[in-house]
């Protein structure tokens, strides 16, 4: 390799703001107590791929969930907006359920156009080549959050009804009053009649949401350590992920799973790019996520304060997984 070669190529604009505001959001982060870290953060290429292969675990059942509720009623689904032309899809993690919705709605004569909102471009690459031999679509990505996103689609002119979709019980991963807030915020993007679908994992056993978040095979706690690989990566972090235990707990007053990096030794950690240096106790923890579970009223209530009405509600009972549709008035 020549010495050009092995000069790295510069970074875009848009790739050193995303870097610098990484760099704030940890400086912020780990000096809370106690100290914390953004989910979104753990959807790099690695952890995209990781998450991915979580959804394939026994353990987890709510991909399988999701996506047997979307292919039994898909078309019910569908009927409720009339004059569908737009889908925009937060999240939109490989695009395997947003297809099923597609084919769906193949008997219609209208194309469809998906606006698929993510951080991570590795999952809008993924989605886009799986949605794209879907049928007759046309994809715009959006490497965007899903506030800046969703305003990015309302400024479009858009000749039908939208629908938005956020699954992958996605809502989880909002408290409560940012949850409020988020839905105050999609329906403000929408019209009247247009329509949203939410997948929310529901309160179920403190055995079964621990192993859904601990699993035997150790895949989630590589999901939770690569966090402390990325800010080494690309933030100039001297984190000894081997260092650090993965641990989940059920917060039942809070109705919530918690993800959490346990710091097994007290040690020092410097991020260069966020100018922090902390010094961190044995059992001193990072909070890296909560997955909230909901009760299926709760989440009707919620929506409903929000500007939507109900359309209907579809559960997987065994699963303890639903499907909610509502729509704008």
């Not at 079964?208 to 035997?216: M, N, Q, S, V």
Request: proline letters at 3%; glycine letters at 6%.
């Amino acid at each position: 390799m020549s010495d050009v070669d092995a000069v790295p190529s510069p970074r875009t604009h848009q790739e050193a703001a995303s870097i610098a505001r990484f760099a704030n959001d940890v400086q912020y982060y780990l000096k809370l107590q106690p100290r914390q870290l953004p989910s979104r953060y753990l959807y790099d290429a690695l952890g995209s791929a990781l998450f991915d292969a979580i959804c394939l675990l026994p353990w987890y059942q709510i991909t399988r969930a999701e996506m047997q509720l979307l292919a039994a009623h898909g078309r019910s689904i569908l009927a409720h907006i009339p004059h569908l032309t737009t889908i925009v899809e937060l999240g939109p993690g490989s695009g395997q359920k947003l297809a099923t919705l597609v084919r769906a709605h193949r008997q219609r004569s209208l194309r469809l156009d998906l606006h698929l909102v993510d951080v991570s471009p590795s999952a809008l690459a993924l989605s886009s080549r799986t949605l794209s031999a879907a049928g007759d679509v046309r994809i715009v990505t959006h490497e965007a959050s899903y506030e800046v996103g969703l305003a990015e689609v309302a400024r479009e002119a858009h000749a039908g009804r939208t629908l938005v979709v956020l699954l992958g019980s996605n809502i989880g991963n909002f408290d409560l009053p940012g949850a409020h807030a988020f839905m105050r915020g999609i329906r403000s993007a929408l019209a009247s009649g247009d329509g949203l679908l939410i997948g929310a994992d529901l309160v179920k056993s403190e055995r079964e949401l621990l192993l859904a978040y601990d699993d035997p095979l150790g895949v989630t706690a590589a999901f939770n350590r690569n966090l402390l690989l990325r800010i080494d990566r690309e933030l100039g972090g001297d984190f000894d992920v081997t260092a650090f235990a993965h641990q989940a707990v059920w917060n039942e007053t809070e109705s919530r799973v918690e993800m959490h990096l346990v710091s097994l030794r007290r040690q020092r950690v410097r991020v260069a790019a966020a100018e922090l240096d902390i010094v961190m106790e044995e059992g001193e923890s990072i909070w890296t996520e909560s997955s909230y579970k909901y009760q299926p009223a709760d989440l009707v209530v919620m929506l409903e304060g929000a500007g939507f009405k109900l359309a209907e509600q579809w559960i997987d009972s065994q699963a303890a997984f639903a499907l909610t549709l509502v729509e704008a008035v």
